[in-house]
């Protein structure tokens, strides 16, 4: 597959937002995992050509940040935090009872395609662990038997909506908004979780 | 007795569409960008410096001084200046920044056009981690909506343009250089210094970088006047902060309240440790920080104390544990972090994180000996102030702290040829503990 026109256009407007050009990267490529549903030569290549780099160069910038993948990601990335608070929360068993009911490694998607596992560090929600991500929205308070749902029903297609967040699009859509194209979508969801206000609650009734 | 709890930056977290303009401003939001346009960039520098505010993202430096360190602003040869708000938040246990955007990303915002105007900033950049999708959704729609009402863009008051740039998964981009090589389209690996940001930052310009927390407190500084951050807090450590109790507490969660409280007034309002537990060990401030235990319950948290009880204040982190929780699996999953965030540019960071999990995970199999606990110090010794940035440093932190109060638990594991605890026993769903009178 090659970049075609349109991305081509699109990342040459992302590297033209900013004061200098290569600073524009790291949304072009995850433009480039919205569309190639990984990181791919191609895209390396396009986003060379687009700020006058090498692709050696490019690549270099890809393969230090976990978020992009040189491997292709399932319809919906499910990232487990196995970082010692979640770990101790219960994060552990969560991420090894997916493996299983999956039939999945780390960072593995299953043989339908929908769901890649991986375990994912601390994503700053610490209040409410052990926490799961999907497509990184947040899925709060979890156990295993409430993971275990949540992946049978993104394999089966049933909405699913996030505990502070949006309906739960695709990773790829979910990567196109990361390089920049809003899907108009900030509105869903409320405000803040019940940990978020616990320091507001112990005021009521004062 | 009054609540030591002080709403400010959650006051209005938990009001209908609190993310929207519209609301933001029925509370008074944007009066204090107004009030602040009325004065010289320089009195809201002094204001700012006046308050006592110290940088939130950890490291506690006085944030009116960072930006007293830009080069004098030329008027008849202007060159570019940047702010960039370090969103980056992921050190283990922190979790205030990201609440704070999702709930109320104009208060953001309008921090950033106040200090903006106050540095002569005409660009401004959020820099927030990549992996909290709707945290990105609600913060360039806040900006969106900002420039709609004429708060942003070359032709609002302050001149300022503001973009929200999300990264890709790095711990490293964190520490203030890496984020600004990450930000030009980089590797995110640090920089040596000096030259600091404030002389060449961002495309090697004048630079101020600070954390969300600290840019969000701006606008209630200039709202409400120094002299009334000022008055909270202790002497030396001023103003409010947001403390994040997380683990084995009974409502952890979001508490803000003046810097100095303890953590023993801090579990009070949150319903204690969790039913039928005791406190084993919680790190002040993440974990980079050094654990403390039940023995510094009434350390006041501030900068000062909590650094005369060994640790550091940090982000305020407080990750609670309780008993049945195994410090040197704590630790070993930590030092995994670490190993796995490094990100290769030095030699002691690079390697020794990779030794340190190598001992420590002998050790929680009941596989190690004796000796390995003065070579993991070993370790320690030749990674901490060794590293080219605090990212080394951080990583002995939980390991150097664990080995002085927890020694005994380590050589447990010796005798016991393996980790004695149940991690079952530590999950959010373990069976109710019976307490017996």
């Not at chain 1, 590297?15 to 072009?28: D, E, F, I, V």
């Not at chain 2, 104009?106 to 401004?124: D, M």
């Not at chain 2, 039928?276 to 104390?305: C, M, N, R």
Request: with cysteine; aromatic share 8%; charged share 20%.
């Amino acid at each position: 597959m090659s970049i075609n026109a349109t991305t081509y256009a699109e990342l040459q407007e992302i590297a033209g937002r900013y004061p200098q050009a290569r600073s524009g990267l790291l949304p072009m490529l995850h433009l480039v995992q919205s569309v190639e549903g990984r990181v791919t030569p191609e895209g390396i290549n396009a986003c060379a050509e687009i700020l006058g780099l090498t692709a050696a160069e490019v690549s270099g910038v890809a393969t230090f940040y976990t978020m992009y993948k040189r491997k292709p990601v399932g319809e919906h990335h499910v990232g487990v935090c196995t970082n010692t608070l979640c770990a101790v929360m219960g994060g552990d068993q969560i991420f090894a009872e997916l493996k299983e009911h999956l039939q999945v490694g780390n960072d593995e998607t299953t043989a339908d395609g929908k769901v890649t596992l991986e375990h994912v560090e601390c994503n700053a929600a610490c209040d409410y662990a052990p926490v799961v991500m999907v497509n990184w929205e947040f899925f709060d308070n979890q156990t295993p038997a409430s993971a275990k749902q949540l992946v049978d029903d993104l394999r089966a297609g049933r909405e699913v909506t996030a505990s502070r967040g949006a309906k739960i699009c695709s990773w790829r859509e979910a990567e196109r908004v990361l390089a920049g194209y809003d899907d108009g979508r900030a509105d869903e969801g409320p405000s803040a979780g019940d940990a978020s206000l616990a320091g507001l609650k112990t005021l009521e009734g004062k | 007795m009054s609540s030591p709890i002080t709403p400010v930056l959650t006051a209005n977290w938990g009001t209908d569409r609190s993310w929207t303009l519209d609301a933001y401003t029925r509370q008074g939001g944007y009066q204090a960008l107004a009030k602040a346009l009325t004065k010289s960039p320089d009195e809201v520098v002094a204001a700012v410096k006046d308050s006592g505010l110290r940088g939130r993202g950890g490291a506690g430096f006085p944030t009116g001084m960072k930006w007293g360190f830009l080069p004098p602003y030329d008027e008849a040869n202007p060159t570019p200046r940047y702010l960039v708000v370090n969103a980056d938040e992921s050190e283990p246990g922190t979790c205030k920044d990201i609440p704070l955007m999702m709930a109320s990303p104009h208060t953001l915002v309008e921090g950033v056009i106040i200090s903006s105007y106050a540095i002569r900033a005409k660009q401004a950049f959020i820099y927030v981690r990549g992996e909290v999708l709707h945290v990105i959704r609600r913060l360039r729609a806040a900006v969106a909506e900002a420039y709609a009402a004429g708060h942003l863009g070359p032709d609002s008051p302050a001149g300022v343009d503001l973009i929200v740039h999300a990264g890709a998964g790095a711990y490293i981009c964190g520490e203030e250089t890496a984020l600004l090589d990450s930000l030009e389209g980089r590797r995110g690996q640090p920089r040596l210094r000096p030259p600091f940001p404030a002389v060449a930052g961002l495309y090697a310009r004048p630079t101020v970088i600070n954390n969300v927390e600290s840019i969000a407190s701006v606008p209630a500084i200039i709202g409400k006047g120094a002299d009334w951050f000022a008055s909270l807090g202790t002497e030396k450590s001023k103003g409010f902060v947001i403390y994040s109790l997380s683990g084995h507490v009974t409502r952890p969660g979001q508490y803000e309240a003046p810097l100095g409280i303890t953590l023993r007034e801090l579990l009070d309002l949150a319903g204690g440790v969790r039913h039928g537990h005791q406190l084993k060990f919680w790190t002040p401030g993440g974990s980079s920080t050094p654990i403390l235990t039940d023995q510094h319950l009434d350390v006041p948290l501030d900068y000062e104390a909590v650094g005369a009880a060994g640790s550091m204040l940090g982000t305020r982190a407080l990750q609670v544990f309780d008993e049945t929780t195994c410090v040197v699996r704590a630790v070993l999953r930590w030092s995994e972090f670490y190993k796995h965030e490094s990100c290769g540019k030095c030699t002691p960071c690079r390697e020794g994180t990779w030794w340190l999990v190598q001992v420590l995970t002998r050790l929680e199999n009941g596989q190690g000996n004796a000796a390995d606990l003065d070579q993991l110090l070993d370790q320690c010794e030749n990674i901490a102030g060794r590293s080219f940035c605090a990212l080394g440093d951080g990583a002995t932190s939980p390991v150097v702290s664990s080995i002085q109060h927890f020694r005994d638990e380590y050589l447990a594991h010796l005798e016991h040829g393996g980790c004695p605890f149940d991690a079952a026993a530590s999950t959010a769903w373990a069976p109710r503990q019976e307490v017996h009178a």
